[in-house]
């Protein structure tokens, strides 16, 4: 955000609080719902609330996916899962300029509460609104601008809100979740699929769901309200206040992970085959056994330094182990510590064939990069059936 901006969300933050303070009759809360956009953080869409009080002339938008790129160390915290967003608050002309810019549509919902329900809705958000309170860790599958609104309807509804049942076996997980909206983007896919451990399996059920704001509003809209027996829908019918086509993207097949990879292996497997030199043959696995051990110690971090659940008991560190780092220290050094590239041949193979066995255990670009080490460690194993081996013992 802008600095001139950030002051005035604080400066409307603090009138909003004062307008919460009172009696606001005839007031009326929506959920929003922004569709996806094509920025990184956008794809996966937006939710707010909208809360209008005719009698105080107030028309604002309460979004909780702000953050603020100024933060110090800003790239450090987002790593270490330690970067805060906080609830801004302003005009719901100007949230809707926003996405009016972007070209994304903007539907709306009004949600049906009764008078009590809208004041503790208000006193929640009131409480938000302290400046003790008004910063939160972002988490990406449980605390976000969406589970935010989820939880406030919660509370304000009680044991009165029902969630619509389910079918178990027809549960999706969250990475299977995640991927819906990232099939467009290959290389964001695969990105995800490297840092998301095993936490991203984990079956989400509806209201785990919630946290993409597409499934928060599906999931309101089949959700009821017990008033005095009587099951009432929690959302009414969805209006358009923007409307645009879906960004068109079409990934290419030429520009695709698993084709650039797999072009990659094909230069690998010719140059193992070609080049008889050792200063030739060391160079190529100093540069090689350097990329790969950037990707171990990004392993090592995501699975052991990070406050990001979702990246913890992350299954590439198998292939992608602090043994390749050995492996890149025995080249500097010039010592030929076969057991180490022998181990990481080892476990590029064992994840090769659950690949294999299990297609959809990892993501398949990574296919290519598990065969490219494999070979280039099979060079330096010493192993005596292995052709492309004798190639490292002449000059």
Not at 74 to 99: C, I, P
Not at 142 to 164: A, F
């Amino acid at each position: 955000m802008k600095k001139i901006s950030f002051i005035l969300l604080i400066l409307l933050i603090s009138v909003n609080y004062n307008l919460f303070s009172q009696q606001s009759p005839g007031a009326e809360v929506y959920l929003v719902t922004c569709s996806p956009g094509t920025e990184t953080y956008s794809i996966y869409g937006h939710s707010a609330l909208r809360i209008v009080i005719p009698s105080e002339n107030l028309d604002m938008a309460y979004n909780w996916g702000v953050f603020d790129f100024a933060t110090p160390n800003f790239a450090w915290k987002f790593a270490k899962g330690r970067l805060e967003y906080m609830l801004g608050v302003y005009s719901f002309d100007r949230f809707l300029q926003d996405y009016f810019l972007e070209k994304r549509s903007v539907i709306q919902q009004k949600i049906n509460l009764e008078p009590g329900e809208i004041e503790i809705l208000f006193a929640l958000i009131t409480e938000n609104l302290k400046p003790e309170n008004r910063k939160y860790r972002y988490d990406f599958f449980y605390d976000d601008c969406s589970t935010r609104i989820r939880d406030l309807l919660e509370k304000s509804v009680g044991e009165k809100l029902k969630y619509p049942p389910e079918i178990s076996k027809d549960i999706p997980t969250f990475r299977e979740k995640v991927n819906e909206y990232q099939q467009p983007y290959p290389w964001l896919q695969m990105g995800i699929d490297f840092l998301m451990g095993t936490p991203g399996d984990k079956k989400a059920s509806l209201r785990d769901r919630m946290f993409l704001p597409i499934d928060l509003k599906e999931g309101l809209s089949h959700t009821v309200v017990n008033r005095n027996g009587k099951m009432v829908p929690l959302l009414q019918n969805p209006s358009y206040l923007l409307e645009f086509d879906p960004p068109e993207t079409k990934p290419g097949f030429f520009t695709s992970p698993m084709f650039i990879f797999s072009l990659l292996l094909i230069i690998i497997i010719v140059l193992s085959a070609t080049v008889r030199g050792r200063t030739a043959n060391k160079a190529i696995d100093l540069v090689i056994f350097s990329f790969f051990s950037l990707l171990a110690l990004m392993m090592i971090f995501f699975n052991f330094f990070t406050d990001h659940q979702q990246m913890k008991w992350n299954l590439n560190i198998i292939w992608l182990s602090p043994f390749i780092i050995l492996c890149l220290v025995s080249l500097i050094l010039n010592k030929e510590w076969y057991t180490w590239f022998k181990i990481v041949l080892f476990l590029s193979l064992l994840i090769f064939a659950i690949q294999i066995v299990f297609p959809s255990a990892f993501n398949t670009a990574f296919i290519p990069l598990m065969l490219m080490l494999a070979v280039r460690c099979s060079m330096r194993s010493g192993f005596s059936w292995n052709p492309l081996s004798a190639q490292l013992t002449e000059i």
